[in-house]
């Protein structure tokens, strides 16, 4: 008796049916990481949890690889760190009497320390997500909202949350290009604007007789003082009569990975 093998051959319409949606989670996932901006908030719910998982692969490869990491790239580290060192000695030193003052003067007016701040990891940071933001693991599910400000290290000001999605956040960067932001620069509290200009970097205009110096700090005005960048270089125009001061972020974008979140509602009190 003769028995038909049962056939191994896959429905045409069905291997169409797989080869698309390939395609398409294959663009998708190429799309986020090569033009996040592009991706729309739908991308970013979606994607959120995969980069979550993707960060902590990345720490798993990166601790690998630093295990064989070269003598000569150590020592390259080494000697870039102490050419910043003495730069973020001072800022470290003045943003200490910056706070210890601060603390000071709340504990004389009774006013209330820095409202509740929430802890986030930092998912993405240029190039991988759009210039001059970030995007953090918290979100409206956490609390977070439109306009809360952004602190790093030391309570340095990062920016502000600029788009909310249900597990993650779009931060904006105080050197987002052309984005103002009302400063106080050097020992005088001088008023100033500063615009930014991407990359951690931002600019600002002061009249020649207003005395700044390179490495001058650059703060946030209000009763929770922070610094936002430091004065880096001075350039006098033609008339004479205007300094353009360069001003660069005492962080590198790189080297985020935590952050908190305060909320705005709370900064607001404080300010009362």
């Known amino acids: 008796m003769t028995y038909l093998r049962p056939s191994n051959r896959i429905d045409p319409s069905k291997k169409r049916a797989r080869r698309l949606v390939i395609v398409l989670v294959l663009f998708a996932i190429v799309t986020s990481f090569v033009f996040p901006s592009a991706i729309g908030r739908t991308l970013y719910i979606v994607f959120s ?12 490869f990166l601790s690998k690889a630093k295990l064989v990491q070269s003598k000569a790239d150590l020592i390259a580290e080494n ?13 470290s030193l003045e943003l200490s009497q910056v706070q210890e003052e601060n603390l000071v003067l709340k504990e004389m007016l009774g006013r209330p320390k820095k409202g509740s701040s929430i802890l986030a990891a930092v998912l993405r940071r240029p190039p991988l997500s759009p210039y001059d933001t970030l995007i953090i693991d918290v979100g409206a599910d956490s609390g977070i909202r439109v306009g809360d400000t952004v602190v790093g290290q030391d309570s340095l000001t990062l920016g502000t949350i600029r788009e909310v999605f249900p597990s993650s956040a779009l931060v904006e960067l105080l050197s987002y290009p052309d984005r103002e932001t009302e400063v106080l620069v050097g020992t005088k509290n ?12 931002f600019k600002m205009e002061l009249p020649v ?12 005005p209000g009763i929770n003082s922070t610094i936002m960048g430091l004065v880096g270089d001075i ?7 205007v300094a353009s001061i360069l001003l660069k972020a005492p962080y590198n974008i790189n080297d985020l990975s935590l952050i908190e979140v305060v909320s705005s509602s709370d900064e607001k009190k404080n300010v009362r």
């Open 235 to 241: 350039k006098i125009d033609k008339s004479g009569s």
């Open 49 to 60: 949890p995969v980069w979550k998982v993707e960060i902590g692969t990345a720490s798993w």
């Open 209 to 220: 007789e207003v005395a700044v110096a390179v490495g001058d700090s650059v703060r946030m």
């Open 190 to 201: 001088v008023p100033a604007k500063s615009v930014g200009l991407g990359g951690g970097n």
């Open 79 to 91: 000697e870039l760190m102490k050419k910043d060192f003495a730069l973020y000695q001072v800022t």
